[in-house]
């Protein structure tokens, strides 16, 4: 009895449609631009835009730099860091933040700008990448004791 009581309840009427009725349409939402927070304690937090972002870039200027310089020169990491290259270090890192800095104090989010093909978790990946290339750059150069290339 329960099997006919369900049937009934399963059965439906059949809609026509009228060949001048289409089909609704449907446009995602414009996502408003994301807006950060413009204290300095907000953007440096753990979870904060800044960090992982700056870190990325200036890893990303690192990794092409000291493969750069080791084709051309023929130095590894170490030998790089030894003959002068701190005061490089030093300025690339405060020219990267301070640029990086800037839009985010104005409230500016990244993935604001982003689009396209270059996103901000493309550029967030690859920072994590380039990250993880300079040490092992760095830790197979110690281990095979000389230049990688």
């Known amino acids: 009895m329960a099997e006919g009581g369900d049937k009934k309840d399963q059965q439906t009427t059949p809609v026509s449609k009228s060949p001048l009725q289409s089909e609704p349409t449907f ?5 408003k631009p994301t807006k950060v ?20 870039r200036l890893a990303m200027v690192g990794f092409v730099a000291a493969l750069a310089v080791e084709v051309s020169k023929g130095q590894d990491v170490f030998a790089q860091i030894s003959d002068g290259g701190i005061p490089w270090f030093l300025a690339t890192s405060v020219l990267l933040s301070v640029a990086s800095l800037i839009p985010l104090l104005k ?8 689009d396209g093909f270059m ?20 830790f197979t150069e110690f281990v095979k004791g000389g230049t990688l290339v």
Do not use: C, H, Q, Y
């Open 27 to 31: 446009s995602p939402p414009t996502p």
């Open 107 to 114: 409230g500016v989010s990244a993935e604001s700008k982003s």
């Open 37 to 56: 927070s413009p204290k300095f304690s907000d953007l440096f937090a753990f979870g904060g835009p800044a960090p992982e972002r700056i870190n990325g």
């Open 119 to 138: 996103t901000s978790d493309a550029e967030i990946w690859n920072g994590r990448f380039a990250m993880l290339g300079l040490v092992a750059l760095a």
